[in-house]
């Protein structure tokens, strides 16, 4: 491989975890640093250690770097609900070549884990008490529950909505890798959300929280914006996520620099597949019209 690299080529170095006390944990290789290779905010503290840089680079990460991970997940009143649903989706996942999964709860990470060994993004949804529906890894004991059932990385929703017992978002982030000491995603809805989560000591940022304003009525359209906004604000990975439902979107997020792409309901919920090709039917179209007729009706009063 050439060691020059290519002008106005943004290269991501590989992100390290700082706590080196864990050397005796399979998933980290320590590494004495002479020098440290900066990753943007020279000599940075990294929050929750000792350490004042970075010191031994995750496999994980690179692992699933410039590949495809597979949520995983359903409802309670979805048909494919349960751990060996999961499990199943998994399996096939891994057979189509992808690098990671996405999992909800420790249940799904667990048996997901011992049917594939593939490297786990761990999160939990719990109903929130804000009245918008379900937050994403809000506790640090959430946290250790994923990990303990076999979850390699850690997401969590790092906005501003209210956590049991009033954690903020850094405040998470900051006990999440200092207690349970395995890689953070943050899940993210715009810049500011990713920077805060990076100072506080994020590994990996991501687009999940994103949907375009403008496009609010199109459930299948990415935030490519969002994540080529990211990219450029962070010096940490930043994977793609949310609405990928197109390979040309995929390439186009590989193109901005996206580190992984995560794929969902496009894959795991095949209700929504089939909906989509019955959308393009004859009947499909005839309901939408006359479903339009109907929207349209009182508007004409």
């Known amino acids: ?3 020059g690299n290519v002008p106005g080529q943004r290269i991501i170095r590989p992100i390290v975890i700082d706590n080196c006390a864990q050397q005796s944990n399979p998933q980290y290789v320590c590494a004495q640093v002479g020098q440290s290779r900066s990753l943007g905010n020279k000599g940075r503290n990294c929050p929750g250690s000792g350490f004042a840089e ?5 496999r994980t990460i690179e692992a699933i770097r410039r590949g495809i991970i597979i949520s995983c997940q359903a409802l309670p009143e979805d048909p494919t609900y349960g751990p060996s649903f999961m499990a199943a989706f998994a399996r096939a996942a891994k057979r189509g070549g992808a690098l990671g999964i996405r999992a909800n709860g420790a249940a799904d990470v667990a048996a ?3 049917a594939t060994g593939l490297p786990i993004i761990g999160i939990w949804k719990r109903p929130c008490a804000d009245g918008r ?3 994403i890894t809000p506790t640090v004991e959430d946290a250790q529950l994923l990990k303990d059932a076999g979850a390699d990385i850690i997401a969590a929703d790092v906005s501003d909505r209210h956590r049991p017992g009033g954690l903020d978002a850094p405040a ?9 000491g395995i890689p953070f995603m943050a899940d993210c809805a715009d810049p500011g959300q990713a920077l805060r989560a990076q100072e506080a000591g994020a590994d990996i940022a991501a687009t999940t929280l994103a949907l375009p304003s403008h496009l609010e009525h199109y459930g299948y359209a990415p935030n490519l914006e969002l994540l080529r906004d990211m990219i450029e604000a962070l010096d940490i990975p930043v994977i793609a996520e949310g609405r990928y439902w197109d390979p040309t979107d995929v390439e186009r997020a590989f193109a901005a620099g996206a580190h992984a792409v995560v794929i969902g ?3 795991t919920r095949p209700w929504m597949i089939t909906e989509r090709y019955v959308a393009a039917s004859r009947r499909g179209q005839a309901s939408k019209q006359i479903t339009l007729s109907e929207r349209e009706g009182p508007l004409g009063d």
């Open 1 to 3: 491989m050439p060691s």
């Open 133 to 135: 529906g379900h937050i």
């Open 265 to 267: 309901s496009a894959v």
């Open 54 to 58: 970075r010191g031994s680079v995750n």
């Open 112 to 114: 997901i884990k011992h």
């Open 172 to 180: 998470l982030i900051k006990r999440i890798r200092s207690q349970v």
